[in-house]
């Protein structure tokens, strides 16, 4: 089984949708992200999580909202979807303690197109 | 400002060719270093790390990457490349003492195989 799942891994959506992506994880890491992935740009940070506390704004959080329910789960939400926010959405892990913090294990993607 | 920088949008090289993928960045003191390595339709997974010591790492599947200070470079390498070895590669940077946790990627050099 893989290590850190994410659900849907496409969706298609309407412009004004709310969208909820999960993302749950089996490594035991306290530390969470999402990342988003547009062709020519790699990935960039949109929130993430040291743990169920305490969650922060990335390079890219307008528009995204996030929620950690448990250690193992963290999803990202679009309240509002928009057209360009159609991307591949990554979720990762890491473990705590530098320098393994800053090694990151990566979901398979949700594959997300708004109409 | 701090960046990372891969070159070359695309190569392609024939099998059983030796490969190198650029990486550069910028920084003040030496960062944290990875590369990832995307294939299609795949999540990122993480090929090699570099945290400080030999300046020569080992990776999975035959990669090796060398850290040179001078020239603010982690450039990846392999001695013959392999049809399978055909994807999208990215470097990464975490600046020590910067944000927890946090990873910069490169835009990605995506890989083409000749047979």
């Known amino acids: 089984d893989a290590d850190v799942t994410q659900t849907p891994r496409n969706r298609i959506t309407k412009t004004g949708k709310r969208i909820m992506l999960e993302c749950s994880q089996t490594?035991?890491?306290?530390?969470m992200y999402w990342y988003r992935q547009d062709p020519g740009l790699g990935l960039r940070l949109i929130y993430y999580?040291?743990?169920?506390?305490?969650?922060n704004k990335g390079e890219i959080s307008d528009g995204y909202s996030v929620s950690r329910q448990a250690q193992a789960k963290f999803s990202l939400s679009l309240e509002s979807a928009i057209p360009n926010q159609t991307a591949l959405y990554f979720c990762?892990?890491?473990?705590?303690?530098?320098?393994?913090?800053?090694?990151?294990?990566f979901g398979p993607g949700t594959r997300l197109t708004v109409t | 400002a701090q960046s990372v920088t891969q070159p070359d949008i695309h190569i392609t090289v024939s099998e059983g060719a030796s490969l190198e993928l650029r990486c550069n960045y910028s920084?003040?003191?030496?960062?944290?270093l990875f590369w990832y390595v995307q294939s299609p339709g795949q999540g990122l997974q993480l090929l090699l790390k570099?945290?400080?010591?030999?300046?020569l790492v080992q990776g999975i599947k035959g990669f090796e990457a060398e850290f040179k200070r001078s020239q603010s470079s982690f450039n990846l390498r392999k001695p013959s490349v392999h049809w399978s070895d055909a994807a999208e590669y990215f470097c990464a940077v975490a600046p020590v003492g910067g944000s927890q946790g946090n990873l910069i990627f490169g835009k990605g050099t995506k890989l083409s195989v000749k047979p």
């Open positions: 990762a892990t890491s473990d705590r303690g530098t320098p393994r913090d800053y090694e990151q294990y």
């Open positions: 570099y945290f400080s010591g030999d300046t």
């Open positions: 999580s040291f743990d169920v506390k305490d969650i």
């Open positions: 490594k035991g890491h306290d530390r």
């Open positions: 920084y003040g003191a030496t960062p944290y």
